[in-house]
């Protein structure tokens, strides 16, 4: 059985700073590329970064330069660490696994978390 637990989530104000982690199970971790996604209310669900099997990362331009995407294949762990946080950056956040990237374009794995909220105070 196929977990994705996410964590790290919570209430922070305009500028700071959260770090969220996502804890995988039943399935070989280091073959796998993951992805953050983020759904804010009323909106399609986005990608936000990606951390490929092979080691490429990809980040929408909206957190490049804030927002920092890491992997520990030993434990079984992504991380996104995310600074001078904005409030459009509120959303619900999920970590993806099973997906695949190539030709510049991340394939939707078919695993994910439960989420967690990040909410950004003005």
């Known amino acids: 059985q196929v977990q994705l637990v996410e964590s790290g989530g919570g209430l922070v104000q305009a500028g700071g700073s959260l770090r969220l982690s996502c804890v995988v199970s039943?399935?070989?971790?280091?073959?796998?590329?993951m992805g953050w996604f983020r759904q804010a209310p009323g909106k399609q669900r986005e990608l936000v970064a990606v951390?490929?099997?092979?080691?490429?990362?990809k980040y929408v331009d909206s957190v490049k330069g804030r927002f920092t995407i890491s992997r520990d294949n030993a434990k079984n762990t992504v991380s996104l660490q995310m600074n001078s946080l904005k409030p459009e950056d509120t959303a619900v956040y999920y970590c993806?696994?099973?997906?695949?990237?190539?030709?510049?374009?991340?394939?939707?794995?078919?695993?994910w978390g439960q989420g967690t909220q990040v909410t950004v105070s003005s």
């Open positions: 951390f490929s099997s092979a080691g490429i990362i």
């Open positions: 993806n696994a099973g997906g695949r990237y190539s030709g510049g374009n991340y394939y939707i794995g078919d695993y």
């Open positions: 039943g399935i070989s971790f280091s073959r796998n590329t």
